[in-house]
C-alpha cells in the first residue's frame, strides 16, 4: 500500500487529526452541524434541456471541522460552493434537498438575511481572484469595506486590520500593496488579497475554491497554516475545495470524494486515505506523482476515458465505465446508494463491489517508456533584462524609478526536453513568459529562436509561422477564452490563422482531436466557455495552445513541406 499510494500509511503529526490535542477537540464539539447539506440536487436550464450538475449530494461540516471536497473538473464541487452561497445565477436552480446553516434553510432566507450573512458568517475564496476584485478600487479600499459594511468599523480600525491581514498571508510591503489596484499584482498576489478579504469578517463558514492555485509553495504552506490556526482560534468551519490530496491531508478533519455530480465515498481522513473503498479514489491516488520516482520508468496511471456528460450519465454506477472492477449486469442494473463501511466512523462508499475488491493489491506496473534524449537547441536565452520605469511622468511626479523584473536570465531549451521556470510569486516568471511570447519587449540580452533573434520583435510584428512556434497557456483561463464565442470556434480560429488544414471539415476533425488530447468530451466543442468548469476552460487553453503544432509533425504531407513558407530553413517543416 505505501508503495501504491504516496499518502497512505502514517499521518504526519502536523495534520488536523494527528495529535491527541486535535483529536480531543474533535471529541468536545457540539452534534449540531454547522453546515448539512442533505440530498442537494442542483440543475442549470438551458433551452433545449434540463442539465442535473448535482444529484441528491449529502455532507456535513461541524463547528470547527475542515472538509475536503475533492474529484475532477467538472465533478460538481464548485455547484456544490454556489449552492450554499445561494449564487447559481439566472439559470441555475435548487430542484432538491436543502442546505442548513446553524439550522436554518439557506433556502427559505430572505436576499436581506443573505446578504446579511455573506462576507460576514459565510465567506467564500473563488477560484478566479480577479473575478472578486473591483479593478477600479485600490486593494486598501477593498479590504476595508468589510469590516465597515459587516462589523460597523470605523475607517481607522478597517485599515488597521487590512494591514494585519495583508501581513499575515505575507505580502511584501503592506503599505503598497493597500494603495496598489489589483492589476498591479502578480496571480499569486492577487489571489492572497482575496484570501486576505475573506478573513477579514473572521466568518463561521469559510469556502476555499481552490484558494492556492496560483500560490507559490512556501506561501501556500503559510496560507494553510494561517488557515488551520483560524479555524483553531476562532472556531471557523472549512469546506475546501481543492485537486491537490496533500493539500487536503494537512488542511483537512474530513474528505469527501466526488464523482459526476455526487459523492462517491466519505469519511475521515484516515479511513478514506489509508483505507479507502470507492474505485475513483484509488484511481484518483494512483494519478499522484511519487516522490522521486522516474517518469520514464513509471509514468502516472491516469484513468481512462473521460466522465459522463450530465445528460448522459449511465445507468447504476456512474464510473462504471471508467472502473477496472465494473460488473455488467450487476454495476449497470439499479442506482447505487451510499454504505456505510464497517468498523469506521461516518466512513461511506456509494459502491456495490467494496467487500470483494482487493484494495491492498499491487499497482501493476504502467508501460514504460525510454527517456528521450536532447536533441539540437530551440530556445536559447543570454543575458536577457526586462525593466519597468515607474513614476516620473514630467508633471510633477517625482524622479523616474526603475523596478528590474528579470535580470540577467540566461538559460537553454533543446528538443524533445520540458524545462521549469520555477519561483516565488512576484519573481518575475511571467514577465518572461510575456517577452517570450512578445507581448513585452526585452529592455536587453537576447532571445533565439532557433537561429532568429526575437528579443525586440513584438507579437504584432512576428509572422504566422514565429506565433505559432512559441504558445502559451495562460494562468488564468478565464480571462484568455472570448465568452461570446462556442469552444470549438475558439479552437478552429487558431487552426485558421496558423492556416491548419484543407478544410472547414479537416479542420474541425483536428479541433476534435485536440478536445480528445484534453481528455474533454467532444461535446464541449458547443458549449460556451461559461459552461465550463474552471479546469477545463484550462484544458481548452492547452488543447487552442496545440493548434498550431500539427503543421510541423513528422506526418505532414511531403506536399504541405513544398509549400511551407517558414523562414528559418534549418527547421524540419
Same mark, same amino acid.
Given at each position: ?56 449530494? $449529502? ?26 452561497? *445561494? ?19 439557506? /433556502? ?37 469595506e468589510v469590516p465597515m459594511i459587516h462589523q460597523g468599523a470605523s475607517a481607522e480600525e478597517a485599515r488597521a486590520r487590512a494591514l494585519e491581514v495583508v501581513r499575515d498571508v505575507r505580502l511584501p510591503d503592506p503599505e503598497r500593496i493597500l ?15 482575496? &484570501? ?45 475545495? $481543492? ?11 474530513? &474528505? ?16 478514506? !486515505? ?13 494519478? &499522484? ?63 456495490? #463491489? ?30 536577457? #533584462? ?21 535580470? =540577467? ?9 520540458t524545462l521549469a521556470i520555477v519561483g516565488e510569486s512576484g519573481c518575475g516568471k511571467s514577465t518572461f513568459a510575456k517577452v517570450l511570447m512578445g507581448l513585452e519587449t526585452a529592455t536587453s540580452g537576447n532571445i533565439m529562436l532557433f537561429d ?22 495562460? *494562468? ?14 475558439? &479552437? ?12 472547414? /471539415?479537416?479542420?474541425? *476533425? ?16 458547443? #458549449? ?14 492547452? /488543447?487552442?495552445? !496545440? ?15 513544398? =509549400?511551407?513558407?517558414? #523562414?528559418?530553413?534549418?527547421? =524540419?517543416?
Amino acid at each position: 500500500m505505501a508503495d501504491a499510494y504516496p499518502f497512505s500509511s502514517s499521518l504526519p503529526a502536523s495534520s488536523p487529526i494527528g495529535t491527541m490535542e486535535s483529536a480531543m477537540a474533535l471529541l468536545d464539539r457540539p452534534a449540531a452541524p454547522i453546515l448539512e447539506i442533505e440530498d442537494l440536487s442542483i440543475s442549470f436550464f438551458t433551452r433545449t434541456r434540463e442539465i442535473p450538475a448535482v444529484m441528491s449530494f $449529502s455532507c456535513s461540516v461541524m463547528p470547527g471541522e475542515a472538509v475536503g471536497l475533492v474529484g475532477e473538473s467538472g465533478c460538481g464541487k464548485s455547484t456544490v460552493a454556489l449552492g450554499v452561497m *445561494q449564487d447559481l445565477g439566472v439559470n441555475g436552480r435548487i430542484v432538491g434537498g436543502r442546505v442548513l446553516f446553524k439550522g436554518r434553510d439557506l /433556502a427559505k432566507m430572505t436576499p436581506a438575511e443573505l446578504r446579511k450573512i455573506r462576507g460576514s458568517e459565510i465567506a467564500m475564496i473563488y477560484q478566479e481572484p480577479m473575478a472578486s476584485l473591483n479593478p477600479a478600487l485600490t486593494v486598501g479600499r477593498q479590504l476595508m469595506e468589510v469590516p465597515m459594511i459587516h462589523q460597523g468599523a470605523s475607517a481607522e480600525e478597517a485599515r488597521a486590520r487590512a494591514l494585519e491581514v495583508v501581513r499575515d498571508v505575507r505580502l511584501p510591503d503592506p503599505e503598497r500593496i493597500l494603495r496598489s489596484y489589483p492589476h498591479q499584482l502578480s496571480g499569486g498576489q492577487q489571489q492572497r488579497i482575496v &484570501i486576505a478579504m475573506a478573513l477579514m469578517a473572521r466568518p463561521s463558514l469559510l469556502i476555499l475554491d481552490e484558494p492556492t492555485t496560483a500560490l507559490d509553495v512556501t506561501v501556500e504552506a503559510a496560507v494553510v497554516q494561517l488557515v488551520k490556526d483560524l479555524g483553531r482560534k476562532y472556531g471557523t468551519s472549512m469546506l475546501f475545495i $481543492s485537486h491537490n490530496l496533500g493539500l487536503v491531508l494537512e488542511t483537512c478533519d474530513r &474528505i469527501c470524494v466526488m464523482y459526476s455530480g455526487e459523492a462517491v465515498e466519505r469519511g475521515s481522513i484516515v479511513d478514506v !486515505f489509508d483505507k479507502m473503498r470507492h474505485p475513483y479514489t484509488q484511481a484518483l491516488f494512483r494519478s &499522484i506523482p511519487l516522490p522521486g520516482a522516474d517518469k520514464n520508468m513509471r509514468p502516472l496511471k491516469s484513468i481512462p476515458g473521460n466522465f459522463p456528460l450530465p445528460h448522459e450519465r449511465p445507468p447504476g454506477c456512474n464510473f462504471g465505465p471508467r472502473c477496472d472492477y465494473f460488473q455488467k449486469g450487476r454495476c449497470d442494473a439499479q442506482e447505487i446508494p451510499m454504505f456505510g463501511v464497517e468498523g469506521d466512523l461516518r466512513h461511506d462508499t456509494r459502491c456495490l #463491489r467494496f467487500q470483494e475488491i482487493d484494495w491492498g493489491a499491487p499497482l501493476q506496473a504502467s508501460e514504460t517508456k525510454e527517456k528521450v534524449e536532447p536533441g539540437r537547441v530551440v530556445l536559447r536565452m543570454e543575458d536577457l #533584462r526586462k525593466y519597468y520605469e515607474v513614476g516620473g511622468s514630467g508633471l510633477g511626479g517625482g524622479p523616474a524609478k526603475v523596478v528590474k523584473a528579470n535580470e =540577467t536570465l540566461s538559460f537553454e531549451a533543446r528538443e524533445g526536453e520540458t524545462l521549469a521556470i520555477v519561483g516565488e510569486s512576484g519573481c518575475g516568471k511571467s514577465t518572461f513568459a510575456k517577452v517570450l511570447m512578445g507581448l513585452e519587449t526585452a529592455t536587453s540580452g537576447n532571445i533565439m529562436l532557433f537561429d532568429e533573434n526575437i528579443q525586440n520583435t513584438p507579437i504584432e510584428k512576428r509572422n504566422t509561422d514565429m506565433v505559432s512556434s512559441v504558445q502559451m497557456v495562460f *494562468q488564468n483561463p478565464f480571462d484568455t477564452l472570448n465568452p461570446s464565442m462556442t469552444v470549438g470556434r475558439q &479552437i478552429i480560429r487558431a487552426l485558421e490563422v496558423f492556416h491548419v488544414g484543407n478544410s472547414d /471539415a479537416d479542420r474541425r *476533425q483536428r479541433m476534435l482531436e485536440l478536445l480528445d488530447l484534453v481528455k474533454l468530451p467532444r461535446a464541449f466543442a458547443d #458549449r460556451m466557455p461559461r459552461q465550463l468548469s474552471g479546469g477545463q476552460k484550462q484544458r481548452v487553453g492547452i /488543447a487552442r495552445a !496545440f493548434a498550431g503544432g500539427r503543421r510541423w509533425s513528422s506526418r505532414t504531407s511531403r506536399s504541405r513541406r513544398s =509549400t511551407c513558407r517558414c #523562414r528559418r530553413r534549418s527547421r =524540419t517543416c
